[in-house]
Nanobody, 115 residues
Framework: QVQLVESGGGLVQAGGSLRLSCVAS????????MGWHRQVPGKQREFVAG???????SYASSVKGRFTISRDNAKNTVYLQMNSLKPEDTATYYC?????????WGQGTQVTVSS
């Protein structure tokens, strides 16, 4: 079993920045994929950004150029640097990791962007 703990969410004004962190612990052997998703009440969870074990990254078009995902394999940690935040980025952000084809999710961290 893998446990994920996110941190770094909060309230920020539009145009500001936040950095989310997610630390994985437990039975970690080889984490393949690490990513971030977000969800607002009444809507489906949506993909935000992902990074492979080799460092290849992918982003949703809505955040490309503003958000940067990175990972520290030695610390089993994934980060999401969010710049130029917009009110529409307001959501609960969830960390996901994939190990041997099994997905694990964090409990979520709230990001609120005020206009």
């Amino acid at each position: 079993q893998v446990q994920l703990v996110e941190s770094g969410g909060g309230l920020v004004q539009a145009g500001g920045s936040l950095r989310l962190s997610c630390v994985a612990s437990g039975s970690i052997f080889r984490i393949d994929f690490m990513g971030w998703h977000r969800q607002v009440p009444g809507k489906q969870r949506e993909f935000v950004a992902g990074i492979s074990s080799g460092g290849s990254t992918s982003y949703a078009s809505s955040v490309k150029g503003r958000f940067t995902i990175s990972r520290d394999n030695a610390k089993n940690t994934v980060y999401l640097q969010m710049n130029s935040l917009k009110p529409e980025d307001t959501a609960t952000y969830y960390c996901q990791t994939v190990q041997y084809g099994v997905s694990y999710w964090g409990q979520g961290t709230q990001v609120t962007v005020s206009s």
